[in-house]
């Protein structure tokens, strides 16, 4: 018995020293490379005099963006023939990520599913730019409407002048 204890503490002995070994050497090359980038941060040039200069230079100038966004949304006939809507009827909720599932899956009671398009316009000067995206509308049984977005299109835009021209 007493051989076969040495025997087993020497492997483990010669083990645990290749391990060190090799954590040794690695460490060594480590601490090397962590060292060579060092810098030293008390002398970066972080160009605060170039900063000033190039703020003072610059001249601005203010233009006045309309950004206006437009949809179509579904509301009950009887009050859209009489003109009864209010603000309430035209308020959409966004689906958060969580909840996402439960619409996709039917677990939400749902009176009504429709596709919707959202257009935004940004007017600045002759500059007019558009963009779109594309969602599902659920109208709840209690009234809210809410709806999961897709993602916008790229923005689309023209000037005074080629909207004259066509």
């Not at 025997?7 to 460490?27: E, G, H, Q, T």
């Not at 995206?133 to 916008?152: A, F, P, Q, T």
């Amino acid at each position: 018995m007493g051989r076969h204890n040495f025997l087993m503490n020497r492997d483990l002995f010669y083990i645990l020293s290749l391990f060190f070994l090799i954590f040794a050497v690695s460490y060594c090359f480590v601490v090397k490379d962590i060292q060579a980038q060092h810098v030293d941060v008390f002398k970066i040039d972080f160009g605060k005099d170039k900063k000033e200069k190039k703020e003072s230079e610059l001249e601005t100038g203010y233009i006045e963006v309309n950004d206006c966004t437009t949809y179509k949304i579904a509301v009950e006939k009887g009050k859209l023939d009489n003109n009864d809507f209010d603000v309430y009827d035209l308020e959409l909720f966004d689906i958060p990520e969580e909840d996402l599932s439960k619409f996709a899956w039917h677990q939400v009671p749902v009176i009504k599913e429709d596709d919707i398009v959202e257009i935004q316009t940004r007017t600045a000067g002759d500059l007019e730019c558009k963009r779109s995206r594309s969602g599902k509308l659920y109208w709840l049984e209690d009234g809210k409407k809410h709806v999961n977005w897709g993602i916008w299109s790229f923005w689309k835009c023209d000037r005074g002048e080629t909207k004259e021209k066509q």
